[in-house]
């Protein structure tokens, strides 16, 4: 049985690439993305107030390192079989290894509609994952140049509504933990599927809007916005169960992996990597992996990680 907020989803994939006239206000989006990223930054904040920081030291470092290796790895990938321009090619491996919040979102729904508990520390291990991927997309495109405006591409970065919504729940969870939030759980902890599901609906719309743009470039990058989240899902797998992940932290970490940004990247690049054309990396993102992630990619990370469980402990 598909989960409701696929079916959401599609509705509005269907509707955008039918040209209706549906369309989320944007104020309402707005509204929406941040319910969402909040929740998500409390539900960490929680978890977090529960354990030392210092634990969780070897998964943060980790992760860090998982950001630069796969956004490395899908540079050479795009610069010599995809032919594309240093600066494109840089631009889309620093999507590619970052982070999407509303993939993220999706991954704990499914497991939370199957029962499948999950290290609830992820939230901070998905802001980690956001920084590498950019810094390495700059270096790449541009060196270490003088002329790279640091200071601006750090304030986009770490001062973005992502980031700082979802540091901020972090922070907000940790101080007031479970009891403090008790007032709040109406709106940000028992309606976050329906919040989701608004979500998604947009970002069918969104998903349509770019089909035309998949046209024009081709068949790389639709095999590229597949391929790549299935090596990066392969990846976290491992890394996931080198450090004792349970079956679910698996498949988050493997979703994180396999997802791409579509919100910090594309404005960290904007600002430092101009030349870089951002149609590519957004055609290839919410036109192809995104949708693949949501429809078949969680389902088939979620097989992945309890192959490895029961292979481990076989």
């Given at each position: 049985m598909i989960d409701p907020i696929i079916l959401f989803f599609l509705l509005g994939a269907t509707a955008g690439l039918l040209r209706s006239e549906l369309r989320l206000p944007a104020a309402i989006y707005e509204f929406v993305s941040i319910v969402l990223l909040l929740?998500?930054?409390?539900?960490?904040?929680?978890?977090?107030?529960?354990?030392?920081?210092?634990?969780?030291?070897?998964?943060?470092?980790?992760?860090?390192?998982?950001?630069?290796?796969?956004?490395?790895?899908?540079?050479?990938?795009?610069?010599?079989?995809?032919?594309?321009?240093?600066?494109?090619?840089?631009?889309?491996?620093?999507?590619?290894?970052?982070?999407?919040?509303?993939?993220?979102?999706?991954?704990?729904?499914?497991?939370?509609?199957?029962?499948?508990?999950?290290?609830?520390?992820?939230?901070?291990?998905?802001?980690?994952?956001?920084?590498?991927?950019?810094?390495?997309?700059?270096?790449?495109?541009?060196?270490?140049?003088?002329?790279?405006?640091?200071?601006?591409?750090?304030?986009?970065?770490?001062?973005?509504?992502?980031?700082?919504?979802?540091?901020?729940?972090?922070?907000?969870?940790?101080?007031?933990?479970?009891?403090?939030?008790?007032?709040?759980?109406?709106?940000?902890?028992?309606?976050?599927?329906?919040?989701?599901?608004?979500?998604?609906?947009?970002?069918?719309?969104?998903?349509?809007?770019?089909?035309g743009g998949l046209r024009r470039y081709g068949l790389f990058l639709t095999g590229f916005g597949i391929a790549m989240p299935l090596f990066s899902a392969l990846v976290g797998t491992g890394l996931a169960w080198v450090l004792g992940l349970s079956v679910g932290g698996t498949v988050v970490l493997a979703t994180l992996a396999a997802s791409a940004s579509y919100i910090a990247v594309p404005a960290a690049m904007r600002i430092s990597v101009p030349e870089a054309n951002p149609t590519l990396s957004l055609a290839a993102v919410l036109g192809i992996t995104f949708p693949f992630n949501v429809l078949f990619g969680i389902p088939i990370y979620h097989a992945l990680a309890v192959w490895v469980h029961t292979f481990a402990r076989g």
């Open positions: 929740a998500i930054g409390l539900k960490g904040g929680i978890e977090l107030a529960r354990q030392p920081l210092g634990t969780l030291l070897p998964q943060m470092l980790a992760v860090v390192a998982l950001g630069f290796f796969l956004s490395l790895a899908a540079f050479p990938v795009l610069r010599y079989l995809g032919r594309f321009k240093r600066a494109d090619a840089a631009s889309i491996a620093a999507h590619y290894g970052s982070v999407s919040v509303g993939t993220y979102a999706v991954a704990i729904a499914y497991l939370g509609s199957r029962g499948i508990a999950f290290e609830e520390h992820m939230p901070l291990l998905l802001v980690l994952l956001e920084v590498p991927a950019i810094i390495v997309g700059i270096v790449i495109a541009r060196g270490l140049s003088r002329a790279t405006r640091w200071r601006s591409v750090a304030h986009e970065v770490f001062l973005g509504k992502s980031i700082v919504l979802l540091l901020g729940g972090l922070l907000i969870g940790w101080i007031a933990g479970p009891d403090g939030l008790s007032t709040i759980e109406p709106l940000f902890f028992d309606l976050f599927k329906g919040v989701l599901a608004l979500f998604l609906l947009e970002m069918g719309l969104i998903t349509a809007a770019q089909v």
